[in-house]
């Protein structure tokens, strides 16, 4: 398929997409984003694309799998854009989250993840901050299964090195 007709076929995709992504977002503006971001992704990962293969289908999956990754951030950021009329961004952390106790806690995390070599830190730091592997392994330039690892040995020696906190929720 030629970058032409699949530019197309994108373009001619565009209203289903806002429609689907109204169903994820429920707010138009943030429907609006989710479609750019998804036909941006679509043009930057076309050769992916089999042809001959249901391309609505490929396109609402690259759509639903951008809206749960930013969703995960979101959620991990504990960030919630209120869409009142003053339009505030709000952080949701509770209070105990800066409790002495979670203060404690996140500086003896900090000073083990110093300790460990650049080869594992930059990933998992990369990781906790929401970096897809691909993107990971992208902007490290190094194989997926080496960011996989990297990531996977970071946390195993993060929970060596703090076995007390190994099993805590909080």
Do not use: C
Not at 37 to 65: G, Q, S, V
Request: no cysteine; hydrophobic share 35%.
């Amino acid at each position: 398929m030629s970058t032409l007709e699949f530019n197309n076929i994108l373009i001619s995709m565009e209203s289903y997409l806002l429609a689907f992504a109204m169903n994820y977002t429920k707010n138009l503006e943030d429907a609006k984003d989710l479609t750019q971001e998804t036909m941006l992704k679509a043009i930057r990962y076309k050769d992916y694309y089999k042809p001959k293969t249901n391309f609505k289908a490929w396109i609402f999956t690259i759509m639903k799998n951008t809206f749960i990754n930013q969703y995960r951030r979101k959620v991990r950021s504990k960030t919630i854009f209120d869409n009142s009329t003053d339009l505030y961004l709000l952080n949701n952390s509770s209070e105990d989250r800066d409790s002495p106790y979670n203060y404690i806690a996140d500086g003896e995390v900090n000073a083990q993840l110093e300790t460990l070599s650049p080869e594992y830190k930059e990933p998992f730091e990369m990781h906790y901050n929401g970096y897809k592997y691909k993107e990971i392994a992208d902007k490290l330039d190094i194989p997926l299964g080496t960011v996989k690892s990297r990531i996977f040995i970071a946390r195993k020696k993060l929970m060596d090195l703090l076995p007390e906190y190994k099993y805590n929720n909080n």
